[in-house]
């Protein structure tokens, strides 16, 4: 049902109000954590689309992951826009590279890699190198690699390039630093000969296909621009140069962008992300309309503080970066509390976990973040001890379970029947039923009693929402209390955070002490109303300002 523009200009507060209503671009959005810019975004669109600026079919609005990328459909279907395109700059350009791999390429589309592990395993054996198949030792070629793609960096000049950029690689063998990017550069021809052999992509290879396509197919370029005229990037610090140089295809000579980020959250550096795009925004486009959100919605007063404290600590609030004001009401100081041993530590967060769900906190508003994925393991194994129930966000596909296939036929049956008289949401419990109370009935209800709430008129709305999910890898909420590392907590928030491991040689890790202060900021800006801060030994340099 459309909705008019009375309706989406509701309840914004001036700042947010002059970012909807600036509906031809250029425009720059700086938007601070929990400042609101996921419905700025989508309001805006749907304002320049009632406003007859554009037709939805030509809107694509880009983000980093499935969930924010759904989050923006599911608020635009909410705002009576259903057929606009919001995707990952990924899923963009393998839409776009499936569709015209026959005129483009010919013959069938290659297998797509969606791990990279099982390739490297065996690229390591067959490049004769002295690394462990470790899974540590896998994910850290994994990111070396994608690195070096995203920067267009070969395997010949991999070593020199890794040296000049100071990367920090850590494998679980006794070689050298310059021994171990050597057997990585190794590694990579290997892995890289391997796919051609199997005729198969990594995501990585996905945009640069899609680049090369437009860059050297005129018909194919033309074709996409007449398709896509208005575009959105959100979290437009995190751009990488491979990235941006699609977006200019895509975008051509017009001017019809939108940009949003924040450079005080750019923490993927490591992995080829650079904020200079955003920061240098106005000299590629003059006339650009520049906005600034500083209200924060998310945090109270006291974690906000914190915050910006952080961002004072290395002077990361500039001319491009924002200090936040809260717009809560206030609640608790975050505390700092010190063990000398992680087992301790860990022990005490466990501890203070329990007392919350003892005290009817719902445990899916409970997160514990950390910076590496071994810590979190350990906090696992001590939830489970204390038979509490987690779950690690990972790249587990959560849509690929038999179990949720399972019910997600049973509920594609079931919305075949008409419900539009009658609560659907009680039909729906009905149908789940027989699965008891597994981890992803729990989820889908409380999804479906969302959708409910906010105007789904029967259960083919809620089907719609899961299959959406489904094909861009995003599950719903699941109970448990959430363990992240701070990587993988960007653009999620809790009503209470456990910031574990703040530690010195742990947080800061690696040699670019701008980018981890900024890791430590965007973990705690993911709470809402409560945050404790632990670390075992000695505390982090970060922990000053608590002294």
């Known amino acids: 049902m459309a909705v008019d523009n009375a309706q989406i200009l509701a309840e914004l507060d001036p700042d947010q109000l002059a970012v909807v209503t600036a509906i031809t671009g250029p425009v720059c959005v700086i938007a601070g954590a929990g400042t609101g810019k996921t419905r700025v975004i989508t309001n805006r669109i749907a304002y320049a689309i009632n406003s007859g600026v554009t037709d939805p079919t030509r809107v694509l609005a880009l983000t980093f992951t499935a969930k924010a990328a759904g989050e923006m459909r599911a608020r635009l ?167 941006q140089r699609l977006l200019n295809l895509w975008l051509g000579n017009r001017e019809e962008l939108c940009v949003v980020g924040d450079a005080a959250q750019t923490i993927y550096s490591f992995a080829g992300a650079t904020s200079n795009f955003l920061l240098n925004f106005q000299n590629r486009f003059p006339n650009t309309q520049l906005f600034r959100l500083s209200r924060g919605y998310r945090s109270t007063p006291e974690i906000i503080n914190t915050a910006n404290k952080i961002l004072r600590q290395a002077n990361l609030i500039s001319d491009h970066g924002n200090e936040l004001q809260s717009a809560n009401s206030h609640g608790d100081i975050p505390m700092v509390n010190g063990f000398t041993s992680q087992s301790d530590e860990i022990a005490y967060v466990c501890a203070e976990v329990a007392k919350l769900i003892n005290n009817q906190v719902d445990s899916s508003e409970i997160a514990v973040l950390a910076r590496t994925n071994a810590q979190l393991d350990q906090v696992k194994s001590a939830l489970n001890n204390a038979k509490i129930a987690s779950q690690i966000r990972s790249g587990e596909r959560f849509f690929d379970r038999v179990d949720v296939r399972d019910a997600m036929r049973v509920i594609r049956s079931a919305s075949v029947l008409p419900s539009e008289v009658g609560d659907w949401y009680a039909d729906l419990v009905s149908v789940l039923r027989p699965f008891g109370d597994a981890d992803y009935v729990v989820g889908f209800l409380k999804l479906a009693k969302s959708i409910q709430e906010n105007g789904g008129t029967n259960m083919r709305a809620f089907l719609r929402e899961i299959e959406d999910r489904a094909e861009q890898n ?51 800006t993911r709470a809402k109303q409560r945050i404790q801060i632990t670390y075992a030994g000695k505390p982090s340099v970060f922990l000053d300002q608590f002294n």
């Open 77 to 243: 279907r909410a705002l009576g826009i259903s057929n606009a395109a919001a995707r990952t700059f990924h899923s963009a350009a393998l839409k776009q590279l499936l569709y015209f791999w026959p005129y483009a390429f010919g013959g069938q589309f290659p297998t797509l890699l969606t791990t990279k592990s099982g390739f490297i395993s065996q690229a390591i054996t067959r490049a004769e190198v002295a690394i462990p198949a470790q899974v540590n030792a896998l994910r850290e070629i994994a990111s070396e690699i994608e690195w070096a793609k995203v920067l267009q960096i070969s395997p010949d000049n991999y070593q020199q390039e890794a040296i000049e950029n100071n990367r920090l690689v850590r494998l679980p063998n006794n070689k050298s630093e310059s021994e171990n990017l050597s057997m990585i550069a190794q590694v990579y021809e290997a892995y890289e000969s391997l796919k051609r052999q199997e005729r198969t992509l990594d995501f990585e290879d996905v945009l640069l296909l899609t680049v090369g396509m437009l860059e050297e197919d005129r018909g194919v370029r033309e074709r996409v621009r007449d398709q896509y005229r208005y575009f959105t990037v959100d979290e437009y610090q995190d751009v990488s140069p491979l990235q």
């Open 474 to 524: 995003n599950p719903p909420t699941l109970p448990g209390v959430t363990l992240a590392t701070l990587h993988a907590a960007k653009g999620l928030e809790w009503n209470h955070l456990f910031l574990i491991g703040v530690s010195d040689g742990v947080l800061p890790m690696g040699n670019d002490l701008n980018e981890e202060r900024r890791l430590f900021y965007v973990g705690v």
